[in-house]
């Protein structure tokens, strides 16, 4: 979408302020000269009044996140290794591309690749220890000896901290597999009798274990990736 074609969609937005519906959970707003395509709370392109543009995925590199980037800028962002890029280029949240879709700066991705092949080793090293740990049938129940925080947070962030992944790495580092971090990414897992599916692990179950750790650190992906740079 060109920045005239997004002024003239955007005049036909009944309540400016809610911007202009134009895809699935995905809107057109005005940002002073600039238009913004926002993918729920997030404005994953920014088209800019010379046709270039500033991607951005929030931390959500989803599929439909990166539809939408595809859709709505000349960008096309692909995946390898687990890696986005863009034309080669590492893709990087803010990052600017052309009219073209070329970025202004190239992002050698070889160190992306390393990151995700270091982040994959280590999570699943844990996954794997946990699961042994579970088919041992020595998983205790959640308790105030856990770590704090996997204790404290929640998915719904009811008592008011912003989450932080800082702590997983010394959960991989130490071999440290806690009740409540399981827990929390079986209730992510979004299984209803969270009670059942956690008595089934106990008697050494592990299939809703690797599926919901998966899942879990899948949704950290991004945050744990950008704590392996620091």
């Not at 036909?12 to 395509?37: M, S």
């Not at 946990?130 to 205790?140: G, R, V, W």
Request: charged content about 30%; hydrophobic content about 35%.
């Amino acid at each position: 979408m060109k920045h005239m074609e997004a002024e003239e969609l955007f005049l036909t937005a009944r309540d400016k302020a809610k911007g202009k519906p134009i895809a699935n959970n995905t809107r057109l707003h005005q940002r002073g000269e600039d238009y913004a395509v926002r993918l729920h709370n997030t404005d994953v392109v920014t088209i800019h009044d010379d046709d270039t543009y500033t991607l951005n995925t929030g931390g959500w590199r989803t599929v439909t996140t990166k539809e939408r980037i595809n859709r709505f800028s000349p960008a096309q962002v692909y995946s390898d290794r687990k890696t986005w890029l863009v034309a080669g280029s590492l893709f990087e949240d803010g990052m600017k591309v052309g009219s073209r879709g070329a970025p202004f700066v190239f992002n050698d991705p070889a160190e992306g690749f390393a990151l995700q092949r270091k982040l994959d080793n280590l999570v699943r090293n844990y996954i794997n220890g946990f699961c042994d740990m579970i088919a041992a049938k020595e998983l205790k129940d959640p308790d105030s000896g856990d770590c704090w925080y996997c204790s404290m947070f929640n998915q719904d962030k009811s008592y008011g901290y912003e989450e932080s992944v800082d702590h997983l790495f010394s959960h991989f580092e130490e071999k440290y597999y806690v009740p409540s971090l399981l827990a929390n990414a079986l209730k992510e897992r979004s299984y209803g009798d969270v009670g059942y599916v956690w008595q089934l692990t106990k008697a050494g179950g592990t299939d809703w274990a690797r599926m919901s750790l998966r899942n879990y650190f899948k949704n950290r992906q991004e945050a744990l990736l950008e704590q392996l740079k620091g």
